[in-house]
């Protein structure tokens, strides 16, 4: 068994994309819109902007009252989108319950949609063409491919089937001719499904839900939870313990998927921002 360092992974690519940024005549930039001030969105806002410098990036953050009209967060996200220094964009989820989410991601010009989320992204992304992919799903992907995990013919599971994370995950497995099925809350016998996957992916937020009996010998289990146990500890969706000795690969909770998340959303912003030079 071995368990795959998202730590390491994350730490080799941001170093690549730093020697990258060097080299650039101008500095990319990404802007993150945070509307109100939930404590988890805070930190997550946080490491993203420190990624940011870290890799010679320039941020821009763009806060709103909790309280902000509809038409007042449009109005921000406009204004990045006509900011010639702003490469990429992200709106950070959730938004407070009066807005709507899917209207708003819809703003954001497709060219900055660094993390994968406005409609035309996914399109490309489910027709097989290139495109900004969310970057959860997407640091699945490299981690998959820096340690050489051959996917072609393989069966995966995807157990959740959000819009950010599972759905896209699914498509890009597919895309990598993996045979997919996609579980969620409603599926049946899902020990059934998930005991028959060559790779199982977990991200529905509840901790420590996939048991040894649910995989079978060998499997690669991809852990995207993020949850406390009972004694408030961060943990995944996979029972860590006892799964892992029947694993081939197993990605930890926490130093698996987690760091790659917001190293992905720098890629992508690098990403981004060669593909706008591209077009002048
Ligand atoms: P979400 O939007 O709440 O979606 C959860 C999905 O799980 C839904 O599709 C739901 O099914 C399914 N589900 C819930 N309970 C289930 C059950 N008992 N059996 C089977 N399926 C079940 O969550 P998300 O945003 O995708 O996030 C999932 C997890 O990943 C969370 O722990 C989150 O914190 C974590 N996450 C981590 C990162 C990272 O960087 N590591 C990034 C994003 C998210 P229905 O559709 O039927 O409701």
Not at 107 to 134: H, M, N, Y
Not at 162 to 180: E, H, I, R, Y
Request: glycine share 8%.
């Amino acid at each position: 068994m071995q368990i795959i360092d998202g730590k390491a992974v994350a730490a080799k690519l941001r170093g690549e994309i730093k020697q990258q940024v060097a080299k650039l005549g101008s500095q990319p930039g990404l802007a993150v819109v945070l509307v109100g001030n939930d404590p988890a969105s805070e930190v997550y806002v946080r490491n993203k902007l420190k990624a940011c410098e870290e890799v010679g990036m320039k941020s821009f953050l763009v806060r709103l009252e909790a309280d902000s009209s509809f038409q007042k967060v449009a109005n921000a996200i406009g204004q990045l989108n006509a900011n010639a220094d702003v490469h990429g964009i992200i709106v950070q989820l959730p938004l407070p319950k009066h807005l709507d989410e899917n209207a708003l991601i819809d703003l954001i010009s497709p060219e900055k949609d660094v993390d994968g989320c406005t409609a035309l992204q996914k399109g490309r992304l489910w027709t097989g063409r290139d495109s900004l992919v969310a970057c959860t799903p997407y640091g699945v992907m490299e981690l998959l491919k820096h340690y050489d995990i051959s996917l072609e013919g393989k069966r995966a599971v995807v157990i959740g089937r959000s819009n950010l994370v599972g759905k896209p995950l699914a498509q890009l497995l597919m895309n990598a001719n993996c045979t997919v099925t996609v579980c969620h809350s409603r599926t049946r016998d899902l020990g059934e499904i998930t005991r028959s996957a060559d790779i199982v992916c977990v991200a529905i937020g509840k901790a420590k839900f996939l048991k040894a009996d649910m995989v079978k010998e060998g499997a690669m289990v991809v852990d995207v939870g993020m949850d406390r146990d009972e004694n408030g500890k961060l943990c995944g969706d996979v029972d860590f313990a006892e799964v892992a000795p029947k694993c081939s690969f197993i990605t930890p909770v926490p130093g698996g998927v987690g760091p790659m998340t917001v190293t992905m959303l720098i890629k992508n912003t690098l990403n981004a921002y060669i593909a706008c030079f591209k077009q002048k």
